[in-house]
């Protein structure tokens, strides 16, 4: 079938040849569901790993010092590897690792389905049925439950509004946060 359209010969494609384009139980959208959102996922801020920097510096002379008084005539005795006595104190290198994994792993994930609370040795699960609200202490945030409240890591009232979008309607819309500016000083 042609149309006429501007001064130009068009070809369209008859109701025959278009149902048969859009009716193919196969192809590249066949099957394909609307994209999910990404979770929301709350995390310690990168700087908290400057504190597992110093954890580490820190550790290196509580394992490799020594708590006896020195003097001249100590260097002839020589004790360990380059004076060195390698002990248990070793040890202590486990702390900034245990350091470094509690920042990497403790979140709050938010997502549609419900929140998820990582912590160091877990995480649970919690579905949007199951949490009856938010609860809002002074430095963090609750799920509360029927049986209880779960404190949501990482989270500040700041993130109420990001947590309510991610939450799929779950939770009543917010408006976002706004930064409070500093009091301006006054000139003398």
């Known amino acids: 079938m042609t149309t006429e359209l501007c001064g130009l010969r068009c070809g369209l494609p008859d109701a025959d040849s278009l149902r048969s384009l859009t009716c193919k139980p196969y192809g ?23 504190a597992v920097v110093f954890l580490l510096v820190a550790s290196f002379a509580v394992a490799f010092g020594d708590s ?6 100590d260097s002839k005795v ?12 070793l040890l202590v290198f486990l702390l900034p690792l245990a350091v470094a994994v ?9 997502s549609p389905a ?22 809002v202490g002074e430095r963090a945030l609750y799920a509360v439950l029927d049986d209880g409240a779960v404190r949501l890591p990482c989270t ?20 976002e946060a706004r930064p409070k500016p500093a009091p301006a000083r006054r000139r003398r």
């Open 78 to 89: 020589a004790t360990g590897i380059a004076g060195v006595d390698v002990t248990w104190r």
């Open 114 to 135: 419900g929140v998820r609370v990582r912590a160091l040795f877990g995480s649970r699960f919690l579905p949007w049925g199951e949490v009856r609200g938010l609860s």
């Open 68 to 73: 006896q008084p020195h003097s001249l005539q």
């Open 156 to 175: 500040r009232v700041a993130h109420l509004a990001a947590l309510a979008k991610a939450s799929g309607g779950h939770l009543p819309a917010m408006a």
């Open 102 to 110: 509690f920042v990497a792993r403790t979140a709050t994930v938010v």
């Open 28 to 50: 590249y959208r066949f099957g394909v569901s609307a994209p999910t959102p990404n979770p929301l996922v709350i995390k310690l801020p990168r700087t908290a790993y400057l």
